[in-house]
């Protein structure tokens, strides 16, 4: 199993890799991952090993010259089986030099990545990351099943929040993805007296409010998925623990700038979406369901505050 990152994408795979594991339960599964996001593999049933990916000793010329040594030492034995669910020429790379019979992949996958492969998987017509990853496990004649979502349960942040909560995650790496500062200033005023906990990565100082928690830069991976659990109702940027709260089934919301969340939303059709300053649930974003009118991040929180009291 080739998935260093990132953490939305990895999420997004584990369907996958559950499927493998039940169709193949004697087999051994070695995932290949960055270390950063290694911990979402904790206690997970379907994978038996855990082999983390050195990104930071591979970059340039000289760290492509390292690969072909480490690949050597992580390929104990020729595997039956290697699957590339990177899609990168590195990824591809790697595969070969692990010496596995069979290397499958992505028909999608990019810089000629796919030249390498043994098995294309065709994912024309599937939209959502979910569905083309799960077009691996298809096209080895592994029958679709209730899809699997084993993440571990996480750890309690030093600083406990109150109960109930509103998880807010306003800030992504991505360019163009977040709330601006003002905007997530104005969400948790508007949905006082609920209590807001603020989580994420950030550079600016949030300014202090009575209703917050503020966990900004503050929580390890594990600590945000017990925080997610916990949480009432989640409001995300399109981002890596919008995954997770919406494969932990949590009530959730996810904005989406410019991000198509037909692709990259979230993998539940009563999963709200927030975009072009309307509110639509994932089931019926290609459909002619109506569209609630949500303009502008007060409209939201209204909207959020509405919804806690309809449980």
């Known amino acids: 199993m080739i998935k260093p990152s990132s953490l939305g994408d990895v999420v997004h795979t584990l369907p996958a890799v559950a499927l493998l594991k039940r169709h193949w339960p004697e087999s051994r599964i070695r995932w290949l991952i960055n270390p950063e996001w290694a911990p979402l593999l904790a206690e997970n049933p379907s994978v038996d090993e855990v082999l983390l990916f050195p990104r930071g000793e591979f970059r340039g010329l000289a760290g492509w010259m390292r690969i072909p040594a480490w690949a050597k030492r992580i390929a104990a034995s ?86 109930p909560y509103i998880l807010l995650h306003p800030f992504s790496r991505g360019a163009g993805k977040s709330l601006s500062l003002e905007q997530t200033t104005a969400f948790c005023r508007a949905v006082f007296p609920s209590r807001v906990v603020l989580v994420g990565r950030s550079e600016v100082e949030f300014p202090a409010e009575r209703n917050v928690t503020d966990l900004l830069n503050r929580t390890t991976l594990l600590e945000l998925i017990w925080l997610l659990r916990k949480a009432s109702f989640v409001v995300s940027v399109d981002s890596g623990p919008m995954h997770i709260a919406a494969a932990l089934g949590t009530r959730l919301v996810s904005i989406h700038t410019w991000s198509d969340p037909a692709k990259v939303g979230p993998y539940r059709d009563d999963a709200w979406i927030w975009k072009d300053h ?22 939201l929180a209204s909207f959020v505050s509405e919804q806690l009291q309809t449980r």
């Open 278 to 299: 309307l509110l639509t649930k994932m089931r019926d974003l290609d459909g002619v369901a109506p569209k609630r009118a949500c303009a502008d991040v007060l409209a």
């Open 78 to 163: 020729r595997a039956e089986l290697v699957l590339d669910f990177q899609g990168l020429l590195r990824s591809a790379v790697i595969g070969r030099l692990c010496r596995g019979k069979l290397l499958h992949g992505l028909s999608d996958a990019r810089e000629g990545a796919w030249l390498l492969y043994d098995h294309l998987a065709s994912v024309r017509g599937f939209r959502h990351a979910v569905d083309r990853y799960l077009r691996i496990p298809f096209e080895l004649g592994i029958a679709p099943r209730p899809l699997e979502w084993s993440l571990p349960p996480g750890n309690a942040p030093a600083m406990l929040p109150s109960s």
